[in-house]
């Protein structure tokens, strides 16, 4: 259950409508790894999917000198990467089984350098619905298993239903 | 009357040649190309500094199959990774010689899929600033030398004085 | 037509497809004239409609002292109640005349005081379509008859199918 | 590993007392309500504060028919303007005595009708620090004490060190 206050950072959480979702497809969670591994970029970049639930989707990345910018942090591109993902597939879990999801457009505010051992993002569906949803989503920095803040991102998708996922 | 120093932030416009940018480091230019190329995402994903110009710069990215989602377009993390870089170099072209420059965040709308023989992010200086810098970029999608646009991002980037840039 | 180079702040326009835009509904400026007029929120403000053209709004609003914020320039919502109109109604030109229009989301940089005579929002679509329509828009301080760039935003609207306007 | 205090930005976090945000100004709050009283668009629409404290603030807004849009439901720029004044002074709590505060830039997603008795804007600091300060706000529309969320903000300030509030 997705307590009242965040347990990281101490950000409430808003109000969401009686608690949990219930996905309308019983297969999300085997459907969201399957198109996860259907993605190049996440492979690439060496991303992992960490856990998947009705509404909330994790994703981790590991730490490498190929995935920086210019002072040595994860560039704010790669962050976004596991963030955009993270997001779709939360909002993915509660997409019909035979629709499929793509961004719309995301905001994201880089607040700490993305540095550490690994990365961890986690996003959670504030609002699902029948043609958008609307996600919002935190990525922490991982040191010797102390968490930190460094992104917070917004972010609105799109169902597309009728649509083959992959 | 809307003064040409913003009283608050400090923000001011830099001296202007005909509605041209005056970058106050002469070698501006150099400067972002040694910086791209400490940028070890931009190299992993196989991006190449296209033009550097004051308060203006271009990423190209040719097309792989690695960088995709699981539609097999770019995925939006890689699209706005390039986005980012170039709006983050377009300010650095007006910093001064001494300072570093951050994303503090950015909004990218994805409105067409990102597919083609390649991507080219432009991006923008609207305000620079002594503190903060806001661009705007585009990312096209070419193919066969015809163009389309993919996506559109608003950034904000915050200027580091007296930070070395690697 | 709107220009390659936009004559006050220099910003270049993202290219479109083939220029004009063709409203699908010969009445769109009679239509978002009225629509207007139910804007309570407008009346209040003291906001007028200035200029409407296929995927094109711009509003004017007169500065009073009853819209500012604490230091007296014009407050953050009331710039982006011009700025969120003026897009709307932009996307609105281009709609069926069957469907309404709504705000998904949208961002908004504040980069100079919102001070001066009057205020204008320009705002104009980026990409129309069936489902959600993409806008930008800027806001200008005007003093007498000078005009300075003072917020940009990005926008993302619904095409409400067969949706009365009011 | 994460420093708490950002190497780049100068971003820091406050001290804290068992993850309470400490103020460094104990006048907080008489601060934060007689800035808001000098909102002459806060009184234009008929908002009032409701709630202070550190690092949080929620602005409350009955129901009016001049504050509308097409549809009567409450114009997104008017929900933008509580959202962004709550988000302001969530941050504005944080700041020292001698500080003003700016909105930097703010995306709100609208996710259901404002409709209802009253709106109530909550805000709350997820990053503070000496240069800027990040925040994250939810608008809820209540009926019969019965509330359910309708937009999301989340916001960039700016500290404006030596500036006087109004």
């Known amino acids: 259950m997705t307590p009242a206050v965040h347990p990281e950072s101490g950000m409430r959480k808003p109000e969401t409508a009686g608690g949990q979702f219930v996905p309308p497809n019983p297969d999300y969670a085997a459907r ?8 190049g970029a ?20 590991p730490y490498r000198e190929d995935l920086t910018q210019q002072h040595g942090y994860v560039h704010a591109g790669i962050v976004s ?3 955009d993902s993270a997001g779709g597939y939360a909002g993915f879990t ?5 629709a499929s999801v793509l961004t719309v457009e995301y905001k994201l505010n880089l607040i700490a350098p993305a540095a550490g051992d690994r990365l961890l993002a986690e996003a959670e569906v504030v609002k699902p619905g029948r043609t958008l949803a609307i996600t919002r989503g ?6 010797d298993g102390k968490r930190s803040l460094c992104a917070i991102m ?3 998708l799109i ?6 996922d992959g």
């Open 94 to 98: 509660l997409f019909p089984a035979d």
């Open 154 to 156: 917004q972010q609105t």
């Open 138 to 143: 935190e990525v922490y920095a991982e040191t």
């Open 42 to 61: 996440m492979k690439l970049i060496g991303a992992r999917l960490a856990e998947v639930r009705p509404g909330f989707c994790s994703i981790e990345l």
């Open 81 to 83: 990467a596991i963030a």
């Open 32 to 39: 969201v790894r399957a198109s996860f591994d259907r993605q």
């Open 159 to 164: 169902v597309l239903a009728g649509k083959a």
